[in-house]
Nanobody, 117 residues
Framework: QVQLVESGGGLVQAGGSLSVSCVAS????????MGWFRQAPGKEREFVAA????????SYADSVKGRFTISRDNAKNTVYLQMNSLKPEDTAVYYC??????????WGQGTQVTVSS
């Protein structure tokens, strides 16, 4: 079992930046692919970004590519999402997740990001 706790959400104006982070506990952090999904009101949860075990391989949704950067610090059991050039359509609850090599997925409780126009 892995416990994930997000932090860092908030309110920002369009064009601004915000960083969210997720601290994991309970298992060996470096054994998990980590990433972020988001869910806007009335919409399905969608993939945002992911980072593989060593942090040297990342993937992004097309909608955030070039604006968001995902990274991880295995020594701190933490994954980060740096969000730049934010748009109102980035407003959502951002959820951290962890994928084990055995196929289990764990979720955090989510953190709200609101981008005002």
């Amino acid at each position: 079992q892995v416990q994930l706790v997000e932090s860092g959400g908030g309110l920002v104006q369009a064009g601004g930046s915000l960083s969210v982070s997720c601290v994991a506990s309970g298992r060996t952090f470096s054994n998990y692919i980590m990433g972020w999904f988001r869910q806007a009101p009335g919409k399905e949860r969608e993939f945002v970004a992911a980072v593989r075990l060593s942090g040297d391989s990342t993937s992004y949704a097309d909608s955030v590519k070039g604006r968001f950067t995902i990274s991880r610090d295995n020594a701190k059991n933490t994954v980060y999402l740096q969000m730049n050039s934010l748009k109102p359509e980035d407003t959502a609850v951002y959820y951290c997740y962890a994928d084990s090599r055995f196929g289990a997925r764990y979720w955090g409780q989510g953190t709200q990001v609101t981008v005002s126009s």
